[in-house]
């Protein structure tokens, strides 16, 4: 079991710029959680999808960030144009059916924005 | 989502059990009590999660109140290699079919030598 796979596991960007980050679910999950960690704010949820359709992204800050899960095993977290206040640790959680089902993480991507 | 409090942090010296405790007094009947940590620089890592019963993992034990308003995570022989953030979390069943869990503050367990 590989877990879940985030790329890239560092990105530094210019203010401006557009940023994709990359998600593969543990193979079998139906689940797939976006978070995001600051200092500040602790970890907060942006997204989560169910069977690769977006449930709940009252999480997502603003227009600037899009989600999409075009099939079981992928997904995109993009931010365009990416801010410096976005500089964060990004990380996506996948999970199996059922309502007792934990959340297994991957190691995050750390997004510094210039 | 329930609420949940934690003490911020406590120390354990190393090959003591460490006792976290939590309290979630709102927990509404068909809440489980999930435990995660996160370790400097990785991805929060599932512990250990229950219902009503205690519930016993190769990492911890789970120890939950007949009441349901607290629990207490054990790590029967703490390692510096425990050290990390622990959260208490309960977790909310949405009626989509999927769920999230909402992270606090959580416990800073410090593992002395």
């Known amino acids: 079991d590989a877990g879940v796979i985030q790329s890239p596991r560092h990105e530094v960007t210019e203010m401006g710029q557009e940023v994709t980050l990359r998600c593969k679910p543990i193979?079998?999950?139906?689940?797939l959680f976006w978070y995001r960690q600051t200092m500040m704010r602790g970890l907060e949820l942006l997204i989560y999808?169910?069977?690769?359709?977006?449930?709940?992204d009252s999480g997502m800050p603003e227009d600037r960030f899009s989600a999409k899960m075009p099939n079981a095993s992928f997904s995109t977290l993009k931010i365009q144009p990416s801010e410096p206040r976005d500089s964060a640790v990004y990380f996506c959680?996948?999970?199996?059916?059922?309502?007792?089902?934990?959340?297994?993480f991957g190691n995050g991507t750390r997004l510094t924005v210039t | 989502d329930a609420k949940t409090t934690q003490p911020p942090s406590m120390d354990c010296a190393e090959g003591r059990a460490a006792n976290l405790p939590c309290n979630h007094s709102?927990?509404?009947?068909?809440?489980?009590v999930y435990w995660y940590r996160q370790i400097h620089s990785q991805g929060p890592q599932y512990i250990i999660h229950?219902?009503?019963n205690n519930e016993t993992n190769e990492m911890a034990s789970l120890i939950i109140t007949e009441d349901r308003k607290s629990s207490t995570l054990i790590l029967p022989h703490a390692t510096l290699r425990d050290t990390a953030v622990y959260y208490c979390?309960?977790?909310?069943?949405?009626?989509?079919?999927?769920?999230?869990?909402?992270f606090g503050k959580g416990t800073k367990l410090s593992v002395i030598p």
């Open positions: 979390i309960v977790r909310a069943h949405s009626g989509a079919g999927s769920y999230q869990l909402t």
């Open positions: 229950g219902l009503k």
């Open positions: 999808f169910n069977n690769n359709v977006p449930i709940d």
């Open positions: 193979s079998g999950h139906n689940s």
């Open positions: 959680a996948s999970s199996l059916p059922g309502g007792d089902s934990p959340l297994h």
């Open positions: 709102t927990i509404s009947g068909n809440e489980y």
